[in-house]
């Protein structure tokens, strides 16, 4: 379980911009809208946008590294394509939310994103892709 999100290299250009993505958060019963800032170089668009997702996740100390999957579920009908970013360590607290969702434990804070066909990560825009986004989780 690796990184797929590959880091951006320095550069003048750089700005930091936000999404619209949902977190799982361990301590709480359900999934929660939450803003996550991403960055990009506008002058280099093909090198894509790189999620901060560390800094929304909890527990920096106890398990720095943040791992990532891509999931693509559908929901009435549509194709969706969501990022998943989640720590794994024996020490981090069982998610409720998922215990709750999808009746698995598994420990720590998940963070979901949608992915688009032009960018590698955007905004979650409607309800119905918030739905689409609990599947993935549950998937």
């Known amino acids: 379980m690796g990184m797929n999100q590959i880091p951006l290299p320095p550069s003048h250009t750089m700005v930091v911009r936000s999404v619209r993505a949902r ?52 929901h009435r009908g549509k194709k969706y394509v969501f990022r998943i970013f989640y720590k794994r360590h024996k020490c981090l607290p069982v998610n409720q939310a998922l215990q709750q969702l999808a009746g698995v434990e598994m420990e720590g804070d998940v963070l979901v994103v949608a992915v688009g066909k032009k960018v590698g990560i955007r905004n979650i825009h409607s309800n119905l892709e918030m739905r689409a986004a609990e599947r993935a989780v549950q998937k």
């Open 23 to 74: 977190i799982y958060r361990a301590n709480q019963i359900l999934g929660e809208p939450t803003q996550v800032f991403y960055r990009e170089d506008p002058c280099q668009v093909q090198r894509g946008r790189y999620l901060l997702a560390a800094d929304q996740l909890s527990d920096p100390r106890m398990q720095p590294c943040v791992h990532d999957s891509i999931v693509t579920t559908c």
